[in-house]
Nanobody, 126 residues
Framework: QVQLVESGGGLVQAGGSLRLSCAASGLTFSNYPMGWFRQAPGKEREFVAAISWSGTRTYYTDSVKGRFTISRDNAKNTVYLQMNSLKPEDMAAYYC???????????????????WGQGTQVTVSS
């Protein structure tokens, strides 16, 4: 049974930082590209960042480039999202997701991700 468990969310002032973690179990983590998505109230879930199964390639949505960094530690079965210079518009529930086993392409399409975590809330005060 695949489980993805996010942690690290919380309340932060605008301009502050948070690091989200997503611990995976029940799958060969190093075989899966991973992604982070977010969903604000009343809005659709949107792509944030993705990383290849090897960790050598990353992909970001434009609004977080230069502020967020996705990384992974395959030895710890964990993917991270370092978020700096947070803005009120970054406030959302953040979800990690596992893509297709040995998938080559990094995608922003939620349909290409097979497993999802339960989410962690990020609140940014202005």
């Amino acid at each position: 049974q695949v489980q993805l468990v996010e942690s690290g969310g919380g309340l932060v002032q605008a301009g502050g930082s948070l690091r989200l973690s997503c611990a995976a179990s029940g799958l060969t983590f190093s075989n899966y590209p991973m992604g982070w998505f977010r969903q604000a109230p009343g809005k659709e879930r949107e792509f944030v960042a993705a990383i290849s199964w090897s960790g050598t390639r990353t992909y970001y949505t434009d609004s977080v480039k230069g502020r967020f960094t996705i990384s992974r530690d395959n030895a710890k079965n964990t993917v991270y999202l370092q978020m700096n210079s947070l803005k009120p518009e970054d406030m959302a529930a953040y979800y990690c997701a596992a893509g297709q086993r040995l998938g080559v392409y990094l995608t922003r399409n939620a349909r290409d991700y097979n497993y999802w975590g339960q989410g962690t809330q990020v609140t940014v005060s202005s």
